[in-house]
């Protein structure tokens, strides 16, 4: 009787599909750059190919917005390095954000999301835009509800997660594991990062190591220099970021947007935002947590000569007194040039990244 009161819930979940399903998962083997520390994925969401593909669909449906019109990917669109080419996104009603979107690249080791690093995990960070009123504006409720009403989306969650009535926490877990996918190692930098450390070239890397031209390897000198560029305090290692680093750049004396201070309490804390990676940041225009700058020009412009102090200005902005590096022209054309290796070709045209299209 046990095993038939099985086969009728089995039989339940299909009913509408005579042809037979295959419940099975495979365990995701995630490809890692070599050169990249191993990527922690929590116990209590393990990676499996249907996982990240259920995900990815997720991802893409804009059942997700109350009306129907936005997905993730609205505001993280895979050409600009899943970033928003906008200052800020648009969400349900036309009602603009506050904040410029963050590109989503190598999350699996980050330790802080959002600007002001309010969530501490990818699952938790995923919750939040979907009841946000200025971005999908619905109650999670409701949002599962209408993928409940699809019935291809019950069956794969029931064969991920083994749930019938799967909630929030499943699509989460689902879109976390697709979101663990995108990982970008294979630029240019990385190709500079593993021979000046030694470290063996395969044979894809041998051929970009010969596109690097003398201005790429005289920018990666002047960004590592303490008297130069002085970039390396906040972008560094294979990752060209210091997960969980929050920062004063040195942008405003006074503060609309306090910042890491809103989560936190504590005044130290103003007008510090989450340092970004540099990962494909040629495509990720516009910059900053408020999308200010609009090229990379604007960016070493400010570094060079528009940084102005405040009480919790970043110590390692050792030249704020000086308004910043002041860099010549050559000096900022040669970090520009450097700022275009970290540009990875085969991750903005990944097509495991695609929209895989709606059930």
Known sequence: MKYFSILILLFALV????????????????????HFPAMPVPEDNPMSVEGVELGR?????????????????????????????DQFSTGVDGNLGVRQSMALVNLGWQSAFFWDGRANTLEEQILH????????DQSWSAAVQKLQAVEQYSIDFYRVFGVK?????????????????????????????????????????????????????????LFFSLTNGDCLHCHDGPLIEIPGLFSNNGMDTQF?????????GNPNDEGKFKVPTLRNIEYSAPYMHDGRFSNLDEVLNHYSFGVV???????????????????????????????????????????????????
């Open 15 to 34: 009913s509408c599909n005579k042809n037979e399903i295959d419940l099975s998962i495979t365990p995701y083997i995630l490809e890692v750059p070599s």
């Open 129 to 136: 835009p979907v009841v946000d009123p200025l971005e999908m």
């Open 256 to 264: 609309p947007d306090v910042g890491r201070m809103a989560v936190t």
């Open 309 to 359: 102090e405040s009480p919790t200005i970043d110590p390692m902005m050792e030249f704020s007194h000086q308004g910043g590096v002041q860099l010549d022209m050559q000096e900022h054309q040669l970090i520009k040039a450097f700022l275009k290796t970290f540009t990875d070709e085969q991750f903005l045209n990944n097509p495991d990244f695609k929209d895989p299209g709606s059930y």
């Open 165 to 221: 009535d799967f909630d929030s926490t499943h699509v989460s877990k689902a879109i976390a594991q697709f979101l663990r996918t995108l990982v970008s190692g294979q630029a240019k930098y990385d190709v500079m990062y593993k021979y000046r450390n030694n470290l063996p070239l395969n044979a894809f890397e041998q051929e970009l190591y010969t596109q690097i031209t003398f201005e790429e390897w005289g920018g990666m000198d």
């Open 57 to 85: 669909r997720l991802f893409y449906d804009k059942r997700l917005s109350r009306d129907n019109t936005i997905s993730c990917a609205s505001c993280h669109s895979q050409e600009h390095a899943f970033a928003d080419p």
